[in-house]
Nanobody, 121 residues
Framework: VQLQAYGGGSVQAGGFRRLPCAATTRIGSYPVMGWFRQAPGKEREFVVAIRWSRGYTLYSDSVKGRVTMSRDDVKNTVYLEIHSLKAEDTAVYYC???????????????WGQGTLVTVSS
């Protein structure tokens, strides 16, 4: 079972980016999926997570109102959409799968390789 985030790149501040996370199994097989990020020289931080069965979504304060998670079951892919990008959104973004909607990355059992998003002002 693997996850692979991709779609990173350079984007202007105020812009939009959609990051896919492809899974090798059905997205529905993961009760909870989330996104984390790690900025240069900083610790990894929680971005957003969702429990699919209830539609319950937890956001970090830094992105609330600017991010959306969605899924495509045909493609076995989860998407993170980030709007109104800021320089401080520059980071490597990781997707993860787990059993509970929590901010603690250690509680997520499965991680994908990250993808770098660079926001320029």
């Amino acid at each position: 079972v693997q996850l692979q985030a991709y779609g990173g790149g350079s984007v202007q501040a105020g812009g939009f980016r959609r990051l896919p996370c492809a899974a090798t199994t059905r997205i529905g097989s993961y009760p909870v999926m989330g996104w984390f990020r790690q900025a240069p020289g900083k610790e990894r931080e929680f971005v957003v997570a969702i429990r699919w069965s209830r539609g319950y979504t937890l956001y970090s304060d830094s992105v609330k109102g600017r991010v959306t998670m969605s899924r495509d079951d045909v493609k076995n892919t989860v998407y993170l959409e980030i709007h109104s990008l800021k320089a401080e959104d520059t980071a490597v973004y990781y997707c993860a799968a787990g059993s509970n909607v929590v901010r603690d990355g250690a509680k997520y059992a499965l991680w994908g390789q990250g993808t770098l998003v660079t926001v320029s002002s």
